[in-house]
């Protein structure tokens, strides 16, 4: 994997789109199994590739799963540096010092430390959260003009299945506060005011272009 890595670093992601560089990188994904864990730095690759140079609204959903796995991933180191400092003060205690345990240095364990740093989890996790909500607010505000079936009503039961009662398969909603099902919902109700504003906007608009003799911008001399 450190070939991989390595193609993954230098790829400038603010660059114009290198297709070749990018297809070095498929070629070495595209022979690992697809049922194991994707490591930290592919879900990052995948992320640059969905926001940067422009975020590729379309791909919002694919988005917001990638940010869960990372956030899973993100959890999970917390927990284990935590583990590995509480070890770390039981082995360092005179009575349960043992001979042959590897102990941290004082650097280790300040990064350490720093990782499980209270501040900065609740400031990650803000963030996360805070990222996750506006982009499913910003899906369904883009939805509105370039919705494809019920392709709308599909990611409104995705998002705020509080509403539908519905089961959402996103993985971001599965370890949401009772706050943060708050602050969703809330987010949620604002969504379906901007649907139905925009909605009367554009029955209104029509109905004033109807009046000058359009339809949709077209005058009717040319379609009748």
Same mark, same amino acid.
């Given at each position: 994997m450190d070939v991989l890595v390595q193609r993954i670093k230098d790829v400038n992601f603010h660059d114009q789109y290198d297709r070749q560089a990018h297809r070095k990188i498929y070629n070495v994904i595209s022979i690992v199994d697809p049922a194991s864990c994707p490591p930290l730095y592919v879900l990052v690759y995948a992320v640059e590739n969905i926001i940067n140079p422009d975020l590729i *609204?379309? !791909?919002?959903?694919?988005?917001?799963?990638?940010?869960? !796995?990372?956030e899973l991933i993100r959890q999970r180191a917390v927990k284990a540096a935590r583990d590995a400092l509480a070890w770390n003060q039981y082995y360092t205690t005179s009575a349960q010092k043992s001979d042959g345990i590897l102990l941290l240095s004082e650097k280790e364990r300040e990064i350490i430390e720093c990782i499980?740093?209270? *501040?900065?989890?609740?400031?990650a996790r803000t963030i996360y959260i805070g990222v996750i909500f506006k982009l499913c607010e910003l899906h369904i505000h883009s939805l509105w003009k370039h919705s494809e079936g019920d392709q709308l009503g599909h990611y409104i039961r995705e998002y705020f299945p509080s509403f539908t009662n519905d089961k959402s398969s996103r993985m971001f909603q599965l370890d949401l506060s009772e706050d943060d099902q708050r602050r969703l919902q809330e987010i949620g109700k604002g969504c379906f005011a901007f649907l139905d504003k925009a909605s009367k906007w554009?029955? @209104?608009? @029509?109905?004033?272009?109807?009046?000058k003799g359009y339809v949709y911008g077209i005058p009717l001399h040319l379609i009748y």
């Open positions: *609204r379309s !791909q919002i959903p694919s988005l917001l799963d990638l940010l869960a !796995q990372i499980v740093d209270e *501040r900065r989890a609740t400031a554009e029955t @209104e608009l @029509e109905e004033a272009w109807v009046m």
